[in-house]
């Protein structure tokens, strides 16, 4: 069963929240707005119209020259207490970064003081996410296109090309998500090795 088949079982087609299946809350959920439309669904929609994309949860790109590891962009409304009205719905922008060396420096490099960087290690990798939060509702959803759009368009394809560099060993000029930094040199564990090898004598 496709994704957009599961969506026929939920709201606007059947009387079901799309977050827990439960019968939908209407004027009960910060949600729900006087338009009569769900901001989830229509963070969705958003999202979808934005990025060209036939999903709304997980988009992914291709990295320059390398078809993996792939660059993932995940943007979504945090699931929180649908009744609680004191604060509008949480925005949270993820985008999938293949080490925390590579977070660390593309957020040096972009100058990514809103975006936070966290771990999604669970199977012991070095998998990062540079995470961005605010807050919106409905009413503010132009100002979340324009967000949207500025990622598409800015943050993403400089990314991209930055990092081809950052991921780049400075000496063979071998692709590697592993690198270690010294100085002002990155270097990959093969060529750490051949220079400790070569080098080795001279310390005894």
């Known amino acids: 069963m496709s994704i957009d088949e599961i969506m026929l079982q ?3 087609h059947k009387d079901a929240c799309p977050q827990e299946g439960k019968p939908c809350l209407k004027d009960k959920c910060k949600y ?3 338009e009569k ?18 999903r709304h949860d997980y988009i992914y790109y291709d990295l320059q020259d ?9 943007p979504e409304l945090w699931l929180e207490n649908k009744t609680d009205f004191k604060q509008p719905p ?8 293949n080490s925390f060396r590579l977070a660390e ?13 966290e771990s999604r290690c669970q199977d012991g990798g070095d998998d990062h996410d540079l995470v961005m939060t605010t807050h919106a509702s409905y009413l503010e959803r132009n100002e979340i ?18 990092e081809k560099s950052i991921n780049t060993c400075n000496l063979c000029k071998t692709r590697c998500e592993s690198l270690t930094d010294h100085d002002k040199y990155a270097i990959c564990y093969s060529c ?9 004598p001279n310390y005894f």
């Open 32 to 34: 729900w707005v006087e």
């Open 145 to 162: 296109i324009k967000m949207l759009e500025r990622i598409k368009e800015e943050l993403i394809p400089k990314i991209i090309l930055e």
């Open 192 to 200: 750490e090795k051949r220079i400790i090898s070569e080098n080795l």
């Open 10 to 12: 939920y709201y606007p």
């Open 105 to 117: 420096k593309l957020k040096e490099k972009f100058n990514l003081t809103q975006w936070e960087i």
């Open 90 to 97: 949480k925005v949270v922008i993820s985008i999938g970064i």
């Open 66 to 74: 390398i078809n993996y590891p792939k660059l993932c962009l995940r």
């Open 37 to 54: 439309v769900c901001w989830d669904i229509e963070f969705g929609s958003i999202v979808k119209s934005v990025f060209g994309s036939e």
